[in-house]
């Protein structure tokens, strides 16, 4: 057994297909091609990228970026073991070695310098240089690299430079269309077809809201968080108000426009 054996997806994830995405992710793998997933909060990139390591057979380790994230997080450090300083692989090393994906969430949100360290792993080269320990570690055969960002939070100050962008194959993800996004939550959280159809009326109301005071309208992922809680028992306002509304916005007139939103579409 590899290292990252442990990392493998032995059932197969619930996704539901909506456009090619499958289709290009499998020729982008073909060719070892970085793919980046665009898209916004909880519209299915993740689970996307399970369902496509699981199709794939390959392991799947997952770095959630953040601002505090640096260069060794992602590559590795030397450790205090008794007796020595060892080494210690980080999760991009690891899957660099064992042939895994490698996918690195909201890389935005990494620091510029952290996110310069996979450009040689996106080129002809699919190499890692280990600085620290100087060793330049060749991709495994099977190695692919998938990031993920939400264009709706570019600024000036997080955004992924030309040079880094163009390095990858894109796939764009939104949200499904209704009778499609209402089919995913009824399966994702057990309520029937007709009550997920009403969360999905909800949430494309709420979605108009954006730009008017919203950043993000409902996303499937806090439909589902509904659904469930419809299905524990809450009334759908009350699910839709602790799954959706609260989390969305502290914004007393807005909550009150979405209030207004689940009795139209909820009762």
């Given amino acids: 057994m590899t290292a990252v054996d442990s990392f493998r997806i032995e059932t197969e994830p619930y996704y539901r297909p909506v456009g090619d995405e499958v289709a290009v992710f499998e020729a982008a793998y073909q060719h070892r091609l970085p793919v980046m997933l665009k898209g916004p909060t909880g519209c299915g990139k993740t ?3 399970e369902y496509m390591a699981w199709r794939l057979r390959r392991p799947l380790v997952t770095v959630a970026a953040h601002e505090d994230m640096t260069a060794a997080d992602m590559i590795g450090r030397f450790l205090l073991v008794p007796g020595e300083m060892a080494w210690h692989d980080g999760p991009l090393t690891l899957a660099v070695r064992g042939g895994a994906i490698c996918y690195v969430d909201e890389i935005v949100e990494a620091r510029q310098d952290t996110i310069v360290i996979i450009h040689p792993l996106t080129d002809a080269r699919r190499m890692l240089p280990l600085e620290k320990k100087n060793e330049l570690v060749a991709a495994h ?8 960002y939400n264009p709706g939070y570019q600024s000036a100050v997080k955004d992924l430079k030309e040079s880094t962008r163009q390095r990858f194959v894109a796939i ?8 499609v996004e209402a089919e995913i939550v009824a399966c994702e959280s057990g309520i029937d077809p007709g009550r ?10 709420s979605r108009n809201l954006r730009g ?3 950043e993000e309208g409902a996303s499937t992922r806090m439909l589902i968080h ?8 809450l009334s759908p306002a009350a699910a839709a108000q602790a799954a959706i509304v609260l989390p969305l916005t502290d914004d007393a007139e807005l909550r009150e426009a979405l209030a207004a939103a689940i009795a139209a579409c909820l009762g």
Wanted: charged share 15%; proline share 10%.
């Fill in 47 to 49: 689970r996307f990228l």
């Fill in 141 to 148: 055969p099977d190695f692919q690299l998938t990031i993920s």
């Fill in 172 to 179: 764009d993800f939104g949200y499904p269309a209704p009778p």
């Fill in 196 to 205: 997920a159809a009403t969360l999905v009326e909800f949430a494309q109301r």
């Fill in 212 to 214: 008017q005071g919203l």
């Fill in 226 to 233: 509904a659904g469930r809680l419809m299905l524990a028992g």
